[in-house]
């Protein structure tokens, strides 16, 4: 299993219209693959996907159970 880097994901006020926006239960990560990375939330650290790609979740807004929006920012992903 490759090594995986811990992501902060950026905090946003809130979602935008038409977001597609995942709701974390506590401790439990909504995904869990073999890719590269570990995205956490950006006010508590809570992991919210673990082993993933950057393009899988780039268009995804989450909602932390700490009540946090969190998205990848564009600059990781190359979006935008």
Do not use: I, K
């Not at 009540?67 to 990848?72: A, F, I, P, W």
């Amino acid at each position: 299993m490759p090594t995986r880097q811990a992501v902060f994901l950026d905090v946003v006020p809130e979602h935008g219209q038409g977001d597609l926006v995942v709701r974390v239960e506590p401790g439990r990560p909504v995904y869990v693959g073999r890719g590269w990375a570990s995205y956490a939330c950006g006010r508590c650290g809570a992991v919210l996907c673990e082993g993933v790609q950057d393009e899988f979740v780039a268009s995804l807004v989450f909602l932390c159970s700490c009540g946090s929006y969190n998205r990848v920012s564009e600059a990781a992903t190359g979006c935008g």
